[in-house]
């Protein structure tokens, strides 16, 4: 399904944008630009997809479900050619965040597609949606913001543009369809057994968003549209959703015994063996909340993704946010975690080039080196193990899932043994790219170990691609024994993973 405006020729060449997201049920385009600071919609493309139909108990995406999606995928493509990869945001979501083999699916799509593919967490996807209905529409109260998926719902609560509380829930339209009311069959039994389950699934986050409170409800979304659709479309309601509305949609649901005959006004063929299960988590969602009513706003994951966009072509980067929230919690030494970012750039400046990095690693690597010892708050024995705990499981708005993972990794190993066995598989990026901006953080750690402002000299390095020059002050080095010592440790950690580390006059300045 396509809702086109005339596209601009060169895209690249002017403030467009693209998000796509990657459902479990559909995948859909959004093109944009940006005019006076606000965004204005230019093109949408939606193919239906079923992922989550294609995810069995095991975990494991079947072949057909991925075909389906490197097909889409494919088309997205061809729309997007003209497009720099800088303009263009794709966002997976439940099921490749579940799937064990989506690593499988995001290495195939890089044939057919060339932007790279983000997944992102449940909560990430909230935050999203949250933020694109936030955008769109304003409201000057508390909103509650509920978007059903394909295998997950996620559920907001926000002020403004803060959000306050955010959560995915694992039920979703196709999981749940596929799990109780296999083959179009539908009765009360089936509809209790759906709204049951849902029910059991919110009951931890109910009385966290309740006390929160909120003045507005607000649905999302392809599920929330449709029953929408219905239930004015059968004069029950002129526009917003009530519980008796969606009880009398149930009743009216259950004496129709199939969904494949359904005959209902807004109710496309697509979505007639959804319907219910949509239904079942929205009773479950009005029930639990205690939702007196709900409005469709037509925006979601897809508007708040380009809203994002459009902040960091600002610089306004939510991401900064995030770990100065971190520092905050985990009472960060903010002097030293300055020092060692000072020198971790310094020296990535002068090896980008060669090395090949971009503005978006220098980012990442600035930000691990400011975290690295947020471990501290447990134990300083193994710092670096308990601050990639910390890293790896902490909610940080606005990373991706393996941005996330990769700052963990580099703190992980940014002292003592480096044990590549032992890293994630990384699809974003390239393992000697990981190598390389861990070489960087070690040596800014390293040289920072006095935690003094006034120590090190002025410093540079040369980079080979496996191998690394550090040129210091022969007469600072050999008043430096302590300092020479550790470098030579360094060299021999790093010549196990076959990197090497060249140091002028380091050897004369270890005493014996």
């Given at each position: 399904m396509n809702d086109t405006l005339p596209l601009p020729e060169r895209p690249d060449n002017q403030a467009y944008m693209a998000a796509v997201d990657l459902g479990s049920n559909s995948f859909h385009m959004v093109i944009a630009r940006v005019v006076d600071g606000d965004i204005q919609l230019l093109h949408r493309e939606k193919q239906k997809v079923q992922l989550a139909e294609g995810l069995n108990e095991q975990l494991v995406l079947?072949?057909?479900?991925?075909?389906?999606?490197?097909?889409?995928?494919a088309q997205f493509a061809d729309t997007l050619t003209p497009f720099a990869p800088q303009s263009v945001r794709v966002i997976a979501t439940y099921?490749?965040?579940?799937?064990?083999?989506?690593?499988?699916?995001?290495?195939?799509?890089?044939?057919?597609f060339p932007f790279p593919i983000e997944v992102i967490s449940g909560q990430e996807e909230a935050r999203f949606i949250y933020q694109g209905v936030a955008h769109f529409e304003h409201f000057s109260g508390r909103r509650l913001v509920i978007d059903i998926g394909g295998g997950s719902t996620e559920f907001a609560i926000g002020e403004g543009l803060q959000p306050l509380r955010l959560s995915s829930r694992n039920m979703g339209c196709v999981s749940y369809a596929?799990?109780?009311?296999?083959?179009?069959r539908i009765s009360d039994k089936r509809f209790s057994r759906a709204i049951l389950q849902a029910e059991q699934e919110l009951e931890p986050i109910v009385s966290s968003f309740k006390t929160a409170g909120w003045q507005q409800a607000v649905g999302t979304s392809g599920t929330v549209k449709t029953i929408r659709d219905i239930?004015?479309?059968?004069?029950?309601?002129?526009?917003?959703?009530e519980l008796e509305h969606l009880l009398a949609l149930k009743q009216h649901l259950i004496e129709q015994e199939n969904s494949y005959q359904l005959d209902l006004p807004g109710l496309t063929d697509d979505r007639k063996l959804l319907i219910c299960s949509g239904l079942a988590i929205l009773i479950a969602a009005f029930q639990l909340l205690q939702i007196e009513q709900l409005i469709y706003i037509d925006a979601a994951l897809r508007e708040g993704v380009l809203y994002e966009m459009s902040d960091r072509l600002q610089h306004l980067d939510i991401r900064e946010h995030s770990v100065a929230s971190m520092?905050?919690?985990?009472?960060?030494?903010?002097?030293?975690?300055?020092?060692?970012?000072?020198?971790?750039?310094?020296?990535?400046?002068?090896?980008?080039?060669?090395?090949?990095?971009?503005?978006?690693?220098?980012?990442?690597?600035?930000?691990?080196?400011?975290?690295?010892?947020?471990?501290l708050h447990i134990?300083?024995?193994?710092?670096?193990?308990?601050?990639?705990?910390i890293?790896?499981?902490?909610?940080?708005?606005?990373?991706?899932?393996?941005?996330?993972?990769?700052?963990?990794?580099?703190?992980?190993?940014?002292?003592?043994?480096?044990?590549?066995?032992?890293?994630p598989a990384f699809n974003l990026y390239q393992l000697s790219q990981v190598v390389h901006l861990l070489v960087l953080l070690r040596l800014a750690v390293l040289l920072n170990?006095?935690?003094?402002?006034?120590?090190?000299?002025?410093?540079?390095?040369?980079?080979?691609?496996?191998?690394?020059?550090?040129?210091?002050?022969?007469?600072?080095?050999?008043?430096?024994?302590?300092?020479?010592?550790?470098?030579?440790?360094e060299q021999k950690a790093l010549k196990k993973i076959a990197f090497v580390l060249d140091c002028p006059g380091l050897t004369d300045a270890v005493p014996g």
């Amino acid at each position: 399904m396509n809702d086109t405006l005339p596209l601009p020729e060169r895209p690249d060449n002017q403030a467009y944008m693209a998000a796509v997201d990657l459902g479990s049920n559909s995948f859909h385009m959004v093109i944009a630009r940006v005019v006076d600071g606000d965004i204005q919609l230019l093109h949408r493309e939606k193919q239906k997809v079923q992922l989550a139909e294609g995810l069995n108990e095991q975990l494991v995406l079947s072949e057909e479900a991925i075909e389906r999606g490197l097909s889409v995928l494919a088309q997205f493509a061809d729309t997007l050619t003209p497009f720099a990869p800088q303009s263009v945001r794709v966002i997976a979501t439940y099921t490749l965040r579940r799937a064990r083999n989506s690593a499988t699916f995001l290495r195939r799509a890089k044939a057919v597609f060339p932007f790279p593919i983000e997944v992102i967490s449940g909560q990430e996807e909230a935050r999203f949606i949250y933020q694109g209905v936030a955008h769109f529409e304003h409201f000057s109260g508390r909103r509650l913001v509920i978007d059903i998926g394909g295998g997950s719902t996620e559920f907001a609560i926000g002020e403004g543009l803060q959000p306050l509380r955010l959560s995915s829930r694992n039920m979703g339209c196709v999981s749940y369809a596929l799990q109780h009311f296999g083959q179009g069959r539908i009765s009360d039994k089936r509809f209790s057994r759906a709204i049951l389950q849902a029910e059991q699934e919110l009951e931890p986050i109910v009385s966290s968003f309740k006390t929160a409170g909120w003045q507005q409800a607000v649905g999302t979304s392809g599920t929330v549209k449709t029953i929408r659709d219905i239930i004015v479309g059968m004069g029950l309601s002129n526009n917003a959703l009530e519980l008796e509305h969606l009880l009398a949609l149930k009743q009216h649901l259950i004496e129709q015994e199939n969904s494949y005959q359904l005959d209902l006004p807004g109710l496309t063929d697509d979505r007639k063996l959804l319907i219910c299960s949509g239904l079942a988590i929205l009773i479950a969602a009005f029930q639990l909340l205690q939702i007196e009513q709900l409005i469709y706003i037509d925006a979601a994951l897809r508007e708040g993704v380009l809203y994002e966009m459009s902040d960091r072509l600002q610089h306004l980067d939510i991401r900064e946010h995030s770990v100065a929230s971190m520092q905050r919690r985990y009472d960060v030494d903010m002097a030293q975690a300055a020092r060692v970012s000072d020198t971790a750039l310094l020296l990535f400046s002068q090896v980008r080039s060669k090395w090949q990095l971009t503005d978006e690693d220098a980012m990442l690597l600035g930000w691990a080196a400011t975290l690295y010892e947020v471990g501290l708050h447990i134990n300083s024995s193994g710092v670096q193990k308990h601050s990639a705990y910390i890293l790896q499981n902490a909610n940080l708005p606005g990373f991706n899932q393996e941005q996330q993972q990769l700052i963990a990794t580099l703190v992980r190993f940014h002292r003592r043994k480096i044990r590549l066995e032992e890293m994630p598989a990384f699809n974003l990026y390239q393992l000697s790219q990981v190598v390389h901006l861990l070489v960087l953080l070690r040596l800014a750690v390293l040289l920072n170990q006095k935690r003094r402002d006034d120590f090190l000299p002025q410093l540079s390095v040369i980079a080979d691609m496996q191998a690394l020059q550090l040129n210091l002050d022969a007469d600072w080095l050999a008043r430096q024994s302590l300092l020479a010592a550790d470098l030579l440790l360094e060299q021999k950690a790093l010549k196990k993973i076959a990197f090497v580390l060249d140091c002028p006059g380091l050897t004369d300045a270890v005493p014996g």
